[in-house]
Every structure is written in C-alpha cells, then in structure tokens.
C-alpha cells in the first residue's frame, strides 16, 4: 500500500486520525498493512503536535520576561526615583534651616537696631528731661535781688521767710523812704491773704517795732516796714570768695561721713588709687568694716598693682560674669538685714546694730548695659535701703550722668559724687544748679589743667557745697595715716633688718595688734610684700 506524502504542519491532525484509522483497520480486517505503521503515525503525531505547542508558549515566554525585565526596570525606576526625592527634602530642610536661622538673625539685628536708635533717642530724651527739670528746679527758686545794699538785703531776707512757708515771691523793687523801707514783691506762689497772715511772724525774724503792712501796687505786693531799730542788725553780705583747690585731707572728710560713694572718670584717671585710699581711711574710721570688691575686668585689674589690699586683689565675684550675682547678694544682704530688723521689733527687741559692709563696684556703667534691669533694681535696693542698714555702695564708672547708667537724680540721694579730670565739665553741668558756683569751679579746672594738674577731682558731697581738691595719682596708695606707702616700705625694711617680726613691724608703724580684721590683713599684706622684695631689689 502507497502512503502519501504529507505536510505535518498543516496536517497534523489528519496525520493522527489517518494513523489511528490504519491501526485500527489493520486490527479488523486483518489486512497486510502493519500495525507498526499506525503506532509510527501515532508518534509522529504527538512530537508534531508538541513541536506546535513549544512553537505558541515561547513567545508567551519572551513576553513574560520582557515584562518581569520592565518591572525590575521600574524597581530600579522607584528606588531611584525615592532617592532623589529623599535628597531633594534633606536638601529643602538644610536651606529652610538656613533660611530660618538667617531670617532670625536678620530679625534680631533689625530689632536691635531699633532698640539701639530707641535708646539714642531715649537717652536724647533723658537728657533733655534732666535738663529741663534743672530748668524747673532753678525756676522754683525765687529770684533774690541782686543788689548788696541795705534795702536789698532786707528784701532777700523776706523772700526767704515766704519761701521757707512755700510761698514764692520775685523780687521786683525797693527803696527807702524816710523812717520806712517799701519794698516790691512778684508773686509767684501764693496770695495776698497767705502773706498778710504771716505778718506778725515776718515781724518776730525781723526784729520789728511794728507789724508791716502790704499792699497791691501795679501788680507786685508793696511791703511797708519800719526798720529804723534794725539798721545795725542787718548785715551786708559777705562777698563770694573765688574757690581754690582743696590740697588737704578732704578725702578723710568724705569717709567719715560717707553714706555711698559714686567715682566717675576715663581710664586712667585715677579712679581705683582714689577709692582704695577712700576705702584705707574709712577702715581707719570703722576697722570692724568688711569689703566686697565687685570686679568685672579681673584679672587686668589687678596686673602691675602689688600695693592693692587683699580684698581688691582677690575680689569675691570675679570677671563680668558673676557681677550681677555680686549685685544681688548685695540685694540679699540689705533685704536679710531687714528681716532681722523686722524680727527684733516684733519681739520687741532692741534693734540690733549691724557692722558696715562695703560693696565695692568696678565699671557700673559695663555691668548697666550687660544685665540692664536686673543690675538697677539689685543697685536700688543697696543705694535705698541699704543706707540705714549700714551697707555701704561704692561704685566706679567712666561717665557722671545717672542717665547713662538708666536712673535718675533721685537714685544719688544719699551718695557722695566725684568725677575725676576730664569729667569734671560735665558733672558741673549735670549736678551744680548755683551759676556762679558753676562759672568759678569751671574756672579753676580749667586754670589748673592748663598748668599741668591733671589730678584734681570735683567732689560734691551730700548737702554739702561742691569743691575740686587735689587727688592721689595714681598708684600713690596712703596708710590710715595718710602717709604713702612707698614710705612705709623703706620703714618695714628697716625695722626687719632690726630683727622685729611682721607683728612687731605693724605695731610700731600702725599702732595695731594682731586680730583677724581685713584691716590687720591688709597691713600684713603691706609688710610681706615689702619683704618679699628683699630678694628683688628692682622690685623695690
């Protein structure tokens, strides 16, 4: 039997029918044709039909790769993607960062420039208030006469006797007329009435044989009196004498009566030799004192000083940092004190008596603009209080207006004020209201430094009229005796050579016994350290 030919691909199927047909045919009927040949058609059937089923699943393959391929592409796609994104807001929040801290840096200069032009204004303002309220206090005052005649002197000294009643009368005019004096009065303060009340008292301070009287005469109060009996009573005035500077022990004056000190002046001028020498007498005076040194330059302070007593060479609150700490204790100090004041009058206690305590403040005006208000109220309480509780403010600083350091005349009360050298024009003008007083003593500063003496200080001590007096230079520190302790130095070596100890040596030149006083300390320092130059002759 002939088998045709036939293309699998197309005829896979027939292929298998028609090899099954055979096999089966063969099976029934018997026939020549073998049952091999079928089973052949059978297995060429089944490896075409395998072939074809490859032939549809690879491109399903290759298109499933092409896609797993894409999708890690993708991953990659993201990751990367994420990356840059995690960049992008690390980089955004740096420059926010940046931008954040830069915009508050540019808000802080800006608000502090207008706090710097708002201080310029505010201390252009204080100025001008202080200025004014010299104005308002001089303009108080009652315009005296001029005049040193006999009238003249009659007329100012009824101007006092109003004004000492609150009552403020100008002077307008005067003269004499026969047994009677008329004088003419503005007021300025006060009525006709309040005057003429006050009459019989007027005639008891001047000696009168009659009651005066007072009438209104074009405008002014038209006194009449009878002073025929008082010729010889009233004096002409002394005249004025010029002021001269003061070379005698008037810082011993000033410590003894001392309630608190204020020392301004520019580096340099002397400022920290005065208030030792200050210190040294006022030691003298209450040799239970203690001394609290408030030092915001240390250790500068103290280079090239060996002189400096122990309390000044080893400050209790050192550097600008602990300077408000040292104000505050101050604050303490007063504020415990007067607890125990308290304490005693609520049990009925005698109140207790306190030893002087002296705080010693360098550069108050460096302290005033690094803690502000903190540092006022602390010095406040000490200037304010602390007078009547025997804690003692002296303070050192470089400019005498109270403006500068954001207080006020009243803060001064009870402190002695001196400004050294070139701050003496200044301090004229800020604190004496007499204008002849001011003319003179600007008069004689300036003939003075014209001649070379630097050295002068205008001292204005409480209630008490101005004067410049000669100071230290600086460096010339003074025993309690006021002797300069370079002199001191040659006598320690002398009595030591003499084989007298320390002890001795500040008994013979002092006249003090050993005890535990910061005052017996400074002195021991004296001697130690002129004896510990025995061995340095350059020293000495």
């Known amino acids: 039997m002939r088998i045709p030919r036939i293309k699998i691909k197309k005829h896979t199927g027939s292929l298998t029918v028609l090899g099954f047909s055979l096999f089966v045919g ?12 079928g089973l052949q058609f059978l297995a060429c059937s089944a490896v075409v039909a395998a072939t074809q089923k490859n032939e549809e699943i690879n491109p399903v393959k290759e298109a499933l790769n092409k896609i797993e391929l894409e999708r890690e592409q993708m991953n990659l796609d993201y990751i990367a993607k994420c990356e840059e994104l995690e960049t992008s807001r690390a980089r955004y929040e740096t420059d926010s960062e940046t931008r954040i801290v830069d915009m508050e840096e540019a808000k802080k200069a800006e608000i502090e420039g207008v706090i710097g032009l708002y201080e310029q204004e505010l201390n252009t303002l204080t100025e001008a208030l202080l200025l004014r309220e010299n104005i308002i206090a001089n303009s108080k005052l009652p315009k005296l006469s001029k005049g040193i005649g006999r009238v003249d002197v009659i007329a100012n000294r009824i101007i006092d006797f109003y004004y000492a009643r609150s009552l403020t009368l100008d002077y307008a005019d005067g003269w004499q007329e026969a047994e009677y004096d008329l004088i003419r009065l503005t007021p300025r303060v006060g009525s006709k009435k309040a005057v003429e009340q006050a009459l019989d008292d007027l005639q008891l301070e001047l000696k009168l044989n009659s009651s005066p009287s007072v ?3 074009q405008g002014t109060l038209q006194f009449r009196l009878n002073t025929s ?3 010889t009573e009233v004096e002409t005035p002394p005249k004025r004498e ?5 070379t005698g022990d008037w810082l011993r004056g000033v410590a003894a009566k001392i309630i608190h000190a204020k020392v301004d002046g520019e580096t340099q001028s002397g400022k920290s030799t005065l208030v030792q020498n200050l210190a040294t007498l006022f030691s003298d005076i209450h040799q239970d004192a203690e001394f ?17 007593q122990a309390w000044r060479r080893n400050p209790a609150y050192k550097g600008i940092d602990t300077a408000l700490e040292g104000l505050k204790d101050m604050a303490a100090c007063v504020e415990h004190r007067l607890e125990l004041l308290s304490e005693d009058v609520g049990n009925g206690d005698a109140p207790r008596q306190f030893a002087k305590k002296v705080y010693v403040i360098d550069e108050i005006d460096w302290i005033m603009s690094r803690y502000g208000g903190d540092a006022i109220n602390a010095l406040q309480v000490g200037l304010k209080v602390g007078a009547a509780l025997n804690v003692v403010v002296v303070y050192l600083g470089q400019t005498p207006r109270c403006s500068k350091l954001k207080m006020t005349k009243d803060d001064f009360r009870n402190t002695t004020n001196i400004s050294l050298a070139q701050n003496i024009p200044d301090a004229l003008n800020s604190y004496i209201y007499d204008e002849q007083d001011k003319k003179d003593l600007l008069s004689l500063y300036y003939r003075e430094t014209n001649s070379g003496n630097v050295y002068i200080a205008l001292v204005m001590p409480r209630g008490q009229r101005a ?4 100071m230290p230079k600086p ?19 002398d009595l030591h050579t003499q084989g007298l ?22 002195k021991l320092d004296i001697v130690l350290q002129a004896l510990g130059n025995l061995n340095n002759p350059e020293a000495l």
Do not use: C
């Open 242 to 246: 010029k002021p001269t500077i003061n």
């Open 215 to 217: 009438d209104i005469v």
């Open 292 to 308: 609290i040194s408030i030092d915001p330059k240390y250790p500068m302070s103290v280079v090239d000083s060996p002189n400096l």
């Open 467 to 470: 004067f410049l007096g000669q």
């Open 26 to 37: 063969a099976l029934v009927t018997h026939k020549t044709i073998p049952a091999s040949i």
């Open 229 to 231: 009996n008082v010729k």
């Open 501 to 522: 100890k320390p002890s001795q040596i500040i008994e013979n030149i002092w006249e003090l016994k050993p005890s535990k006083s910061d005052f017996y300390k400074s």
């Open 475 to 493: 460096n010339a520190y003074l025993n309690s005796v006021g002797e300069l302790l370079i002199n001191d130095t040659e006598r320690i070596i």
